[in-house]
């Protein structure tokens, strides 16, 4: 196998280089070595090798250690780490497999924690984990911004399930890169060297020799190995059902105060939250974060504590009926927990009309990110509804679109969108909102063609030749898999607390002398946070709240079965 002897790390300027790959001091070495052992290496000798689940973390002492990454049959140097410096990026963290091969290139010494030493370490030294966090992020982040991953997807811009999976890869923060099939050159040779034809598309070459053809996010997943290190058997504290906002901040405070934590998530960390472009009404970011970002450090920082995801798993059914409660989880045994939270959230409700369904992922969108942005760059399209989330959808679209249409069927949005939304759509020339107005048809082949709106005030109807739809409605709870287990209210919420009748208590047998917790259903041990919560705010910052208070009920179960 050929070699590239040119960093790729040498090519981002010394100052940036520095970050991603800082220096420790000898006094942070030697805090380090307390915690792991020291070995001779020699030239040449392999420390980890890429594809390998739970990678071990590096610093060198002395000599001299690359990394390479395999590239179209040859390998590539991504950066040199010489004295002071340490490998390794987020994979650590999660135990998936590695995306690198560590090898030394001169004689020396470093300084190896396998990862649970390295999870314990970073916990209780702030100083040297802050480091190496900051440092692990930086290096993904680049890895996904170069495309240096182990994956590469050929797929087309007009295909629904492309844009699928390269969504799934996004938000699970997996670098990949992206061969179009209608503007890529050299696509041909990389088809005929994989031995798939273009109406297979798309192709995921996982791994760097495994061909997917069209492949679900369950199986993606799996041949990326995201949940190899997930044991299944093992009874947990708790189980969290959802990775949005709320479930992402009850792991970090349950991991963080010691419990053992599971969440099980049926896409990717960051729920309908992170599918959105801008939040700028949450405490502490004056410039706003995307909801992809808040979820990606939200996600390393539970991992940091020792929560482990089980991702693209679809939860079927909760067997609430005795403890530990059991989770019935596709694509294998159910989870097992002395204490559920539930945090599944809502989806956006889909408009009863004809053919919208068909065009999901070719011209309808639930989400509005900087992939489908770059679909509809010089476009007009439209967006549906009035609340935050088409504010904010509207706002960010308007920077690369031709024309964005906002169609609200109320007489305005003042009742359902923050204030600073609103001016900004009135200021934005790119934006037309159309109010008293309902999307009632949409037409096309393959995909999204035309459009047809009326307007609910004169019944006037209009077509338009546009190709993005982008729908943000209403929302109805992910309930549909609890089966009875808990009570729900008139539009399917879960109930909790004080909400909760005598009778809905009596129904399901509740044996405790006290009421049920802020945020427990009418089960004891099982409580429903965020969205999918009766009387929730719908808000991000709701959501994180009630995500981090509903680990105080749990410790106080927890501490009542043992007492």
């Not at 070459?205 to 290190?229: H, K, M, W, Y």
């Not at 939304?421 to 995909?447: C, F, M, Q, W, Y």
């Not at 909400?499 to 409580?527: I, M, Q």
Request: net charge neutral.
């Amino acid at each position: 196998m050929t070699e590239s002897r040119v960093s790729i790390a040498s090519g981002l300027g010394k100052e940036r280089e520095g970050r991603l790959f800082p220096t420790l001091t000898p006094a942070q070495i030697a805090r380090i070595q307390a915690h792991g052992r020291a070995r001779k290496v020699t030239a040449g000798e392999t420390l980890a090798e890429f594809g390998e689940p739970n990678v071990p973390f590096f610093v060198v002492r002395e000599g001299e250690v690359e990394i390479l990454r395999p590239a179209e049959g040859a390998l590539q140097l991504v950066a040199v780490c010489g004295p002071g410096r340490f490998t390794g990026e987020v994979v650590i963290l999660t135990g998936r497999r590695g995306v690198m091969r560590v090898r030394a290139s001169r004689d020396g010494e470093v300084i190896e924690l396998e990862r649970e030493r390295l999870l314990d370490f970073v916990q209780t030294d702030s100083e040297i984990g802050d480091i190496v966090m900051r440092a692990f992020l930086l290096r993904r982040v680049e890895l996904i911004a170069q495309g240096l991953g182990d994956v590469i997807v050929i797929g087309s811009s007009h295909s629904a399930d492309t844009l699928r999976i390269r969504e799934f890869l996004t938000r699970n923060v997996h670098p990949f890169s992206s061969v179009d099939v209608e503007r890529d050159a050299d696509v041909q040779a990389l088809l005929d060297r994989f031995q798939v034809r273009v109406e297979e598309i798309p192709i995921v070459i996982c791994r760097g020799d495994q061909v997917l053809r069209n492949p679900t996010n369950e199986r993606l997943a799996d041949c990326l190995g995201f949940n190899d290190s997930v044991d299944r058997e093992r009874v947990r504290d708790v189980a969290i059902v959802g990775a949005g906002p709320a479930g992402l901040a009850a792991a970090v405070y349950a991991a963080s105060e010691g419990l053992d934590v599971l969440i099980i998530e049926c896409n990717a960390p960051g729920g309908q939250a992170g599918s959105s472009s801008k939040i700028e009404n949450y405490l502490g970011f004056p410039t706003g974060i995307s909801g992809q970002d808040l979820a990606s450090r939200a996600y390393a920082q539970a991992q940091k504590f020792g929560a482990q995801l089980l991702v693209a798993r679809l939860a079927e059914r909760l067997d609430c009926e005795r403890t530990p409660f059991s989770v019935a989880v596709g694509g294998g045994p159910p989870v097992r927990a002395r204490s559920v939270i539930i945090a599944t959230g809502a989806e956006y409700r889909r408009p009863a009309i004809e053919n919208l369904s068909r065009f999901q992922g070719a011209g309808v969108y639930y989400g509005a990110t900087f992939l489908e942005s770059q679909l509809c760059a010089g476009e007009e399209l439209i967006v549906i509804g009035g609340g935050n989330s088409a504010g904010q959808a509207a706002v960010f679209l308007a920077q690369t679109a031709r024309r964005v249409h906002m169609l609200v069927r109320s007489d305005g949005l003042a009742a359902t969108m923050s204030n600073y939304l609103i001016r900004r759509i009135r200021e934005s020339p790119a934006i037309e909102l159309k109010t008293r107005t309902e999307l009632v048809e949409v037409e096309g082949r393959d995909r999204v063609e035309r459009v047809r709106w009326r307007d609910l005030s004169s019944g006037r109807e209009e077509t338009r030749d546009i190709r993005h739809v982008f729908v943000m409605t209403g929302a109805v709870p992910n309930t549909g898999w609890l089966g009875g287990c808990v009570a729900l209210d008139s539009n399917g919420f879960i109930k909790t607390g004080s909400d909760l009748s005598k009778e809905e208590l009596e129904a399901a047998g509740w044996p405790l002398d006290r009421a049920p917790h802020l945020l427990e259903t009418n089960r004891p041990g099982v409580f429903a946070v965020g969205d999918v919560r009766a009387g929730n705010s719908k808000r991000v910052a709701s959501a994180v709240g009630e995500g981090s208070n509903a680990v105080s009920f749990v410790h106080r179960l927890l501490a009542e079965r043992t007492a």
